[in-house]
C-alpha cells in the first residue's frame, strides 16, 4: 500500500528570548491508510510540534519548519493557508485535550456537527441532522436526538470528548490525529475512548495518530508505536516489537514507570529520573545520555542514527541507541 502519510527530515525550530529552541530534529515517519499509530514522548519531545506541523497550526514566526509532510502525496509544508483550510476541513481531522476549548459554548452540539456536515460534504440540513445523529450514535454517545439538542456544558468530559469526535468525523477525513485526546479524564473514561478511536479505525479505515505521554494507553488501539525523545524519534516497532522487545533505554523507562494490569503491588513504578536536554543547546552526543544507566563512552560525543533492529529486514523496528549498533559492540558502560 502506498503510504497516507510520509514525514521526511521534520525540523521544527522556534524563536525564543535567548536563542531557537530545535523542537523537532529531523523526524522521519509513514503513516499507511488505515493504521493508527501512536507517538510517544515525555511533555516538550516534540509530539504535539509534529502533529501540529502535519496541519499546519505552527504559528510562522516563531516557528519555521523544514523537511517535507506529504499528504496522499502533495507537499504541506509549502501549502498556502488558504488550501490547508480545505485539507484541515475535509482530509485530516484533529482532537485535542480538553474539548471545552475547541466546542462552541453558546451553539449546541447538533448545530455544531451539522454545520461542519453542510460545509463539507454539501447535504441539506435536514440530510445533516440524520448524519449528525449517526455520528453521536457511532461514538458511543446514548439517547443521541436528545443529546443533539443539547449544549456544551451539558456533556460530562468524556460525552463532550465524543461529541468532538464526531465533529472530526463529520468532514470524513483520512486522517485524525489525536493530541492526549483522554488526558484530563479518569481511567475508564480514557479506555472507553480509546475503544471508540479503535473501533472507528476498524470500521472506517480512518488512519489514527494518537499522540500520549502515556505509553499505557496505545496498546489497544495502535499497530505501530513511535517514541520520541527531544525531538527525535528514538524507537520505532509494531506495538509487539516496542512492549514486548523494547531496544533503547528511553523506551524500557518508560515501559517501568508505566502501570501494568498485572502490577504486582510490591513491585513499585520506577519513574525516569531527570530531565530532557534544553533543545537550544541540543547535547552533541545521545540526547538520553545524562539520564542513561547504559551510557558509554561512544555516547557522550556521537549521537546515535535510527538503525533496524535484528536481521529481520521485514521489521520496521529500529533503535537510535549504541546499544544496537554494531560498531559500539564492546564499549564499556560508564
Ligand atoms: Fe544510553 Fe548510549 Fe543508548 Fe544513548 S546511545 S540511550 S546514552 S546507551
Ligand atoms: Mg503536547
Known sequence: KTNLLEVTDLRVNFKVRGGEVQAVRGVNFSIKPGEAVAIVGESGCGKSVTAQSIMKLLPSPPATISGSIRFKGEEIVTKEEKQMEAIRGQEIGMIFQDPMTS??????????????????QKISSRQAKVKAIELLHLVGIPNPETRFGQYPHQFSGGMRQRAMIAIAL????ALLIADEPTTAL?????AQIMRVLKDLQVRLGTSIILITHDLGVVADVC?????????????TGTKWEIFGNPQHPYTRGLLRSMPRLDQPKDEPLIPIFGSPPDLIKPPLGCSFCARCDEAMRVCLDNDPELVAVGANSDSEH?????????????????
Open 223 to 235: 499497530d505501530r508505536v513511535i517514541v520520541m525523545y527531544a525531538g527525535k524519534v528514538v524507537e
Open 103 to 120: 466546542l462552541n459554548p453558546t451553539l449546541t452540539i447538533g448545530t455544531q456537527i451539522t454545520e461542519v456536515l453542510v460545509k463539507h
Open 318 to 334: 529500529a533503535a537510535a541507541c549504541w546499544l544496537t549498533h554494531s560498531y559500539a559492540q564492546g564499549e564499556k558502560s560508564i
Open 170 to 173: 463529520a468532514c470524513n477525513p
Open 186 to 190: 479518569d481511567v475508564t473514561i480514557q
